[in-house]
């Protein structure tokens, strides 16, 4: 079974910190994508950054960035100068042939 | 734009009654999804159409039917309610199903319960 796994179900960090969001996943294909949602207390899905598995080099969206550890299938999400806005459940995903997978998620709480 | 759309918001079902979930986008996407949001277990995935006239089962699909009614809107059909469908729904699209590296835009989610 292919499956995503987010070891961290809460995590805390002061504001203007910076924070690692660790996950780990499980395939023996060689091109997939990854992706790290971030789901506010409205529901709403959005995307915060995305990676190719083919690509070396680690993808950045401002103060996000990842460590994406291929033969480790390892793609940690750190949020740099954390801001009360980041506090949000954090969910890492792949993509592979028709499918997405999910982890579990990670609750991010920002404290003032 | 609205983007992804869905109705009902919130929905209480007894157990045996059906009810159909509406989703539509307006980003003229080639393709839908349907999953589930429960607590501690992440989104799981029910159908997807990967194009307007075709449907296919994903990680979860028993209990429920979808209806690719056109390229806009992908419906999902509870036959017969059961407690253990009691979720939070989501629909989604995105360009492509064929490129992995396109996002999916997700909707605001239906809260579903069944007592």
Redesign the interface.
Known sequence: AQTVTQSQPEMSVQEAETVTLSCTYDTSESDYYLFWYKQPPSRQMILVIRQEAYKQQNATENRFSVNFQKAAKSFSLKISDSQLGDAAMYFCAYTLNNDMRFGAGTRLTVKP | NAGVTQTPKFQVLKTGQSMTLQCAQDMNHNSM?WYRQDP??????IY?S?SEGTT?K??VPNGYNVSRLNKREFSLRLESAAPSQTS?Y?C?SSED?SS??Y??Y?G??TRLTVT
Do not use: I, K, S
């Open positions: 999804y501690g277990m992440g989104l799981r995935l997807y990967a296919d994903g990680e939070v989501f989604a199903l992995l590296a996002e999916q997700f605001p989610g």
